[in-house]
Nanobody, 123 residues
Framework: QDRLVESGGGSVQSGESLTLSCTAP????????MGWFRQAPGKEREFVAS????????VYVDSVKGRFTISRDNSKSTVYLRMNITKPEDTAVYYC????????????????WGQGTQVTVSS
């Protein structure tokens, strides 16, 4: 299956931390770089961060650089997004997806998105 499952969302106050998790079928996780995307109310889905297959390389959208950390555990078919220092503008539904191995492309590979996980940051 190509089912992606996100979890870990919740409500936090500005400055607090939150860690999101995403699981995917092993056949997908082992063969692809992975990334996180988010969509705020009234806005289109945007790229947030990505990580190479080996985990050695990462890319972040400028707005989260220095605040978020993406990581992965291939043995568990799981990719994480540690939101170390949250801000109200981070409020959105977060989704994961496989991404182009050329991380600078910042585009998802699958059209079937998961349900996403809601993150709400209060000021």
């Amino acid at each position: 299956q190509d089912r992606l499952v996100e979890s870990g969302g919740g409500s936090v106050q500005s400055g607090e931390s939150l860690t999101l998790s995403c699981t995917a079928p092993v056949r997908i996780f082992r063969s692809n770089a992975m990334g996180w995307f988010r969509q705020a109310p009234g806005k289109e889905r945007e790229f947030v961060a990505s990580i190479s297959w080996s985990g050695a390389d990462t890319v972040y959208v400028d707005s989260v650089k220095g605040r978020f950390t993406i990581s992965r555990d291939n043995s568990k078919s799981t990719v994480y997004l540690r939101m170390n220092i949250t801000k109200p503008e981070d409020t959105a539904v977060y989704y994961c997806n496989a991404v182009n191995p050329l991380l600078r492309i910042r585009r998802p590979l699958f059209n079937h998105w998961g349900q996403g996980t809601q993150v709400t940051v209060s000021s």
